[in-house]
């Protein structure tokens, strides 16, 4: 789940801020009103409940009658509570939740600076340090007091001003500017970080294909394993399917070549040299010794008492591994007769019939992969392959996260748009502050600059 957005104002010590973000699985309604101090609470339907205790929090979160209690077991219209500490009406949603509390560390201490309980009368949970000073830092985690389970600890936060390029600095001044109070339940801190995520991906689908330099990744090194023809490409980058977010490929080896700048090629160019990279791809473990092998496909071996085949590398102490077999199934896509497996073989490992085994000149792009004309000999084991790309934007989490884009301040005016939506959404199209937003996104696209040449491929 998400770090929740804290909030630290320093005055006399640290107050921190953190806004009640429950994680909810299920929910009702009670079906009759209930009194101070009862031990149930009768609802429409608590089937998808959780067996045995669980966490209930009854009213809506920020509400006056909102509390958590212990639920020790259910029946499918009732639960049995502990004593409820206020009363509640009939129609007053019931909802399962994960966690009730918040451990607060400080400065990376192993121990708690204090663990409390969710304000659930407030949108946020307030703490406050009286010791706390500016170079101070803390993280929270979410905590269910029955299971003591935690959530995974957040970053860590100071009581310094949000970075200048900022989400915050998107956010505040537009909130402040309409007289938003942060404490508005509707235009809460998880509706504006998704309406600026909203933003930055409709500039980035205006501008789709055109690679924008403040995302550039350069010198980026991925290792590759001796007699395979391809590595993966980073998860992050932008476009896996054909080079379009990638700016260049090379080997620093030191030899008269370097640096060796690789060439790109189209797959339909890719599949006029690499002729030679034959074979297929085990689908069953084979272990040391092991009499056959079985492929996705044999279609490529020479059925032959005296076949040879080259086995890949999975790992950066071993070598291409040469076996011989006499004979292929066709019909189990096995080779049998093997000999010379002298290492396991794991499921997904390339098996090459005939291969050309030498440093690797062309490359394309194609099924989340970047290919070789050739496969990578012994001599270049866990090399570095170097590339230039573009990375794809990151979904906006927290008002920490930094904002590279140059362009960052025209997301203001969609969230101001956002905002007078929520509120109101019979507004139109028309809106001023969403027609000046497109209207600089249309700017921002007619002025792009990448700094980088683009190569078109015609044929």
């Known amino acids: 789940m998400e770090y929740p957005q804290i909030l630290i104002k320093h005055n006399i010590g640290n107050t921190i801020e953190i806004p009640n973000q429950l ?72 909802q399962e939740i994960k966690f009730d509390q918040i451990v607060i560390h400080k400065n990376g201490v192993v121990l708690p600076l204090a663990t409390v309980n969710f304000q659930t009368t407030q949108q946020k949970t307030i703490y406050n340090d009286p010791t706390g000073t500016t ?13 003591s389970s935690v959530s995974t600890e957040s970053t860590a936060i100071s009581v310094l001003d ?36 909203d933003a930055r991906k409709f500039v980035q689908a205006k501008t789709y294909g055109i690679r924008q330099a403040w995302q550039h990744e350069f010198e980026f090194p991925i290792k590759i394993l001796a007699g395979n023809n391809y590595v993966l490409l980073p998860d992050n980058i932008d476009f896996k399917e054909t080079d379009r977010s990638l700016l260049a490929a090379r080997f620093m080896i030191g030899n008269v070549l370097t640096p060796f700048n ?56 071993q070598t291409i591994m040469q076996i011989a077999y006499t004979s292929v199934d066709l019909t189990t896509n096995q080779l049998l007769g093997v000999t010379g497996i002298t290492r396991s073989i794991p499921v997904g490992t390339r098996v090459w019939s005939r291969p050309t085994i030498s440093q690797p000149i062309y490359y394309t792009v194609f099924d989340d992969k970047l290919v070789f004309d050739r496969i990578i000999p012994d001599s270049m084991q866990g090399n570095n392959l170097y590339i230039d790309y573009y ?61 980088q040449d683009s190569v078109i491929i015609t044929s």
């Not at 160019?269 to 034959?278: D, P, R, T």
């Not at 884009?405 to 001023?432: F, G, M, V």
């Open 135 to 147: 170079a101070d830092t803390y993280t929270v985690q979410w905590k269910n007091s029955l299971t």
């Open 162 to 197: 949000y970075p200048e390029n900022s989400v915050a600095e998107i956010i505040y001044p537009v909130l402040k500017s309409m007289g938003v109070s942060e404490n508005d339940p509707k235009i809460n801190i998880d509706f504006l970080l998704s309406a600026v995520d």
């Open 23 to 94: 994680d909810i699985k299920t929910f009702t309604y009670l079906s009759a009103n209930t009194a101070i101090s009862g031990l149930a609470l009768p609802v429409d339907n608590a089937i998808d409940f959780t067996t045995g205790s669980i966490l209930l929090l009854v009213s809506s979160l920020g509400s006056e009658s909102a509390e958590i209690i212990n639920s020790t077991s259910h029946t499918n219209q009732s639960f049995v509570t502990a004593a409820l500490t206020l009363p509640h009406s009939r129609g007053d949603i019931v």
């Open 262 to 317: 690789l060439r790109y090629i189209d797959k339909r160019s890719w599949n006029q040299i690499a002729f030679s990279v034959m074979g297929g791809e085990t689908t069953v473990l084979a272990g040391i010794g092991a009499v056959s092998l079985t492929l996705n496909s044999v279609g490529d071996f020479p059925n032959t008492a005296s076949g040879v085949a080259y086995v890949a590398t999975t790992g950066f102490t």
């Open 391 to 451: 990375k794809k934007i990151e979904k906006v989490v927290n008002l920490y996260q930094v904002l590279d884009e140059h362009y960052r301040e025209i997301y203001k005016w969609y969230l101001r748009y956002a905002i007078k939506y929520r509120k109101d959404i019979s507004l139109d199209s028309n809106d001023p502050d969403l027609k000046k937003f497109e209207s600089l996104v249309q700017a921002l696209f007619d002025n792009l600059y990448s700094g």
